[in-house]
């Protein structure tokens, strides 16, 4: 991964293997995906207790 590619397809995209490679964008943007459907299943629980 490299830190500064911030474009898709940036300055990693040709030294990956055949799995290719990820940028950290990616990386971040899946984090808050994951992070997202935490809060919202928490909080629908939270919801569900209360009736």
Known sequence: MDLFDWETGGRDSGD???GGSCSWVTVV???AFVL?????HSF???LGGLF
């Open 36 to 40: 997202l459907a935490v809060l919202v």
């Open 44 to 46: 629908l629980g939270f």
């Open 16 to 18: 990956g293997g055949p």
């Open 29 to 31: 943007l899946i984090g």
